[in-house]
């Protein structure tokens, strides 16, 4: 591991190091739902991603629209990092458009048809909305996580 000013620099141009594809898998062993004050917390067990396994935690805030889906996942395999990018997918056509901001701040849409497969755009801001009949769905990272906002896909 390299260090520059006291810094590690192990995430740095992370898309030029060599690197595998996974998708996530998830096979519903176990669920458990846990309360802490005004959070609500269910973790499902178990997810995996090549050498990595762990849980899918998702967070809900009583009161809030909000909430937090993680794949909460670790190695055993030494100066490995996971770097994912997140979709939407759904059985039935719940977007009827997707909306984000290009790198060029300019603001964009798509129109969805179909089975349309994931698609690879620039997304400035970090985030992407699915609008549909029932409501809208807006989807981006927390801060300071290292997700990269250039890419995500829309499914």
């Known amino acids: 591991m390299v260090k520059q000013n006291g810094w590690n620099i192990f995430f740095d141009n992370t898309a030029y190091l060599p690197h595998q594809t996974f ?24 997810a995996s991603a090549g050498t990595f396994r762990g849980n899918l935690e998702i967070t809900l805030f009583n009161g809030s629209p909000l909430l937090n889906i993680a794949a909460v996942l670790t190695t055993e395999v030494d100066s490995t990092a996971i770097i994912y990018d997140v979709g939407l997918v759904s059985k039935n056509n719940a977007w009827e458009k997707v909306f984000w901001a290009d790198s060029k701040t300019n603001n964009l849409q798509s129109a969805l048809v179909g089975n349309q497969s994931a698609q690879e755009v620039p997304v400035k801001y970090r985030t992407i909305i699915g609008q549909g009949k029932a409501g809208s769905l807006a989807v981006f990272p927390a801060p300071h996580q290292y997700f990269y906002p250039w890419t995500m896909f829309i499914i």
């Open 23 to 46: 998708p996530v898998s998830l096979v519903k062993r176990n669920a458990q739902v846990t309360s802490n004050g005004s959070q609500t917390n269910i973790v499902i067990s178990e």
